[in-house]
Protein backbone atom coordinates (compact mmCIF):
# COMPACT_ATOMS: atom_id res chain seq x y z
CA UNK A 1 0.00 0.00 0.00
CA UNK A 2 1.31 3.33 -0.98
CA UNK A 3 1.52 5.95 1.52
CA UNK A 4 2.60 9.73 1.69
CA UNK A 5 2.52 12.13 4.37
CA UNK A 6 3.40 15.84 3.93
CA UNK A 7 5.06 18.15 6.65
CA UNK A 8 6.23 21.21 7.02
CA UNK A 9 2.94 23.89 6.33
CA UNK A 10 2.52 26.26 8.86
CA UNK A 11 1.98 29.94 8.86
CA UNK A 12 4.63 32.36 7.21
CA UNK A 13 4.58 36.29 6.64
CA UNK A 14 5.22 37.86 2.91
CA UNK A 15 8.64 37.27 1.44
CA UNK A 16 8.81 34.15 4.28
CA UNK A 17 10.37 30.60 3.57
CA UNK A 18 9.10 26.95 3.83
CA UNK A 19 9.84 23.24 3.31
CA UNK A 20 7.67 20.92 2.96
CA UNK A 21 8.47 17.39 3.07
CA UNK A 22 6.59 14.16 1.53
CA UNK A 23 7.83 10.80 3.21
CA UNK A 24 7.15 7.69 1.25
CA UNK A 25 6.44 4.49 2.80
CA UNK A 26 5.65 0.79 1.79
CA UNK A 27 7.52 1.77 -1.66
CA UNK A 28 10.87 2.98 -2.52
CA UNK A 29 10.69 5.88 -4.63
CA UNK A 30 13.25 4.95 -7.50
CA UNK A 31 11.10 4.64 -9.88
CA UNK A 32 8.10 6.90 -9.16
CA UNK A 33 7.58 10.62 -10.48
CA UNK A 34 6.32 12.55 -7.62
CA UNK A 35 3.91 15.72 -8.06
CA UNK A 36 3.12 18.95 -5.70
CA UNK A 37 -0.03 20.25 -5.85
CA UNK A 38 -1.94 22.67 -4.10
CA UNK A 39 -5.98 23.66 -3.74
CA UNK A 40 -7.13 27.05 -2.51
CA UNK A 41 -10.53 27.71 -1.18
CA UNK A 42 -13.07 28.24 -3.82
CA UNK A 43 -10.36 27.48 -6.35
CA UNK A 44 -9.34 24.04 -8.42
CA UNK A 45 -6.81 22.03 -7.72
CA UNK A 46 -3.01 23.35 -9.57
CA UNK A 47 -0.19 21.58 -10.13
CA UNK A 48 3.12 22.99 -8.83
CA UNK A 49 5.97 21.17 -9.09
CA UNK A 50 7.49 17.99 -10.26
CA UNK A 51 10.02 15.30 -10.96
CA UNK A 52 10.79 12.63 -13.37
CA UNK A 53 11.87 9.38 -11.87
CA UNK A 54 13.92 8.80 -15.31
CA UNK A 55 16.32 12.01 -15.29
CA UNK A 56 15.59 13.78 -12.05
CA UNK A 57 14.32 16.81 -14.67
CA UNK A 58 12.32 19.36 -12.91
CA UNK A 59 9.21 21.35 -13.96
CA UNK A 60 7.25 24.28 -12.23
CA UNK A 61 4.39 25.98 -12.88
CA UNK A 62 4.70 29.74 -14.18
CA UNK A 63 3.51 31.11 -10.91
CA UNK A 64 6.15 29.77 -8.48
CA UNK A 65 8.71 29.75 -11.03
CA UNK A 66 12.23 30.71 -9.10
CA UNK A 67 10.73 30.85 -6.22
CA UNK A 68 9.80 26.91 -5.50
CA UNK A 69 12.56 24.38 -5.54
CA UNK A 70 10.89 20.55 -5.85
CA UNK A 71 14.14 18.23 -4.95
CA UNK A 72 14.42 14.09 -3.86
CA UNK A 73 16.24 12.28 -1.98
CA UNK A 74 16.08 8.40 -2.68
CA UNK A 75 17.75 7.16 0.16
CA UNK A 76 15.47 8.99 2.76
CA UNK A 77 12.57 8.10 0.28
CA UNK A 78 11.12 11.60 0.89
CA UNK A 79 10.66 14.47 -1.59
CA UNK A 80 10.79 18.52 -0.70
CA UNK A 81 9.49 21.50 -1.64
CA UNK A 82 11.46 24.23 -1.01
CA UNK A 83 9.08 27.57 -1.12
CA UNK A 84 10.68 30.98 -1.07
CA UNK A 85 9.64 34.42 -1.16
CA UNK A 86 6.11 33.43 -0.12
CA UNK A 87 3.09 35.25 -1.55
CA UNK A 88 -0.44 35.83 0.04
CA UNK A 89 -1.28 34.05 -3.07
CA UNK A 90 0.32 30.98 -2.27
CA UNK A 91 -2.20 30.21 0.69
CA UNK A 92 -3.77 26.34 -0.05
CA UNK A 93 -3.70 22.99 0.87
CA UNK A 94 -0.37 22.02 -0.36
CA UNK A 95 -0.41 17.76 -1.27
CA UNK A 96 2.83 15.38 -3.00
CA UNK A 97 1.27 13.44 -5.31
CA UNK A 98 3.25 9.93 -6.77
CA UNK A 99 3.11 7.13 -9.63
CA UNK A 100 4.99 5.27 -10.92
CA UNK A 101 5.98 6.28 -14.36
CA UNK A 102 9.17 8.19 -16.00
CA UNK A 103 7.86 11.37 -16.74
CA UNK A 104 5.80 13.66 -14.55
CA UNK A 105 3.09 16.43 -15.22
CA UNK A 106 1.59 18.82 -13.53
CA UNK A 107 -2.02 17.53 -14.18
CA UNK A 108 -3.63 15.95 -11.29
CA UNK A 109 -5.34 13.16 -13.16
CA UNK A 110 -2.36 11.56 -13.69
CA UNK A 111 -1.50 10.85 -10.17
CA UNK A 112 -3.07 7.69 -8.44
CA UNK A 113 -1.26 8.21 -5.05
CA UNK A 114 -1.76 11.03 -2.75
CA UNK A 115 -1.09 12.60 0.72
CA UNK A 116 -3.41 13.81 3.50
CA UNK A 117 -1.98 17.32 2.53
CA UNK A 118 -0.92 20.04 4.98
CA UNK A 119 -1.91 23.78 5.10
CA UNK A 120 -0.01 26.86 3.72
CA UNK A 121 -0.94 30.23 5.29
CA UNK A 122 1.29 33.00 3.86
CA UNK A 123 -0.11 36.17 5.82
CA UNK A 124 0.92 39.32 7.83
Known amino acids: QVQLVESGGGLVQPGGSLRLSCAAS????????LGWFRQAPGKEREGVSCINSSDGRRYYADSVKGRFTISRDNVKNTVYLQMNSLKPEDTAVYYCATQRRLFCTLSGYDYDYWGQGTQVTVSS
Open 26 to 33: EFTLDYYV
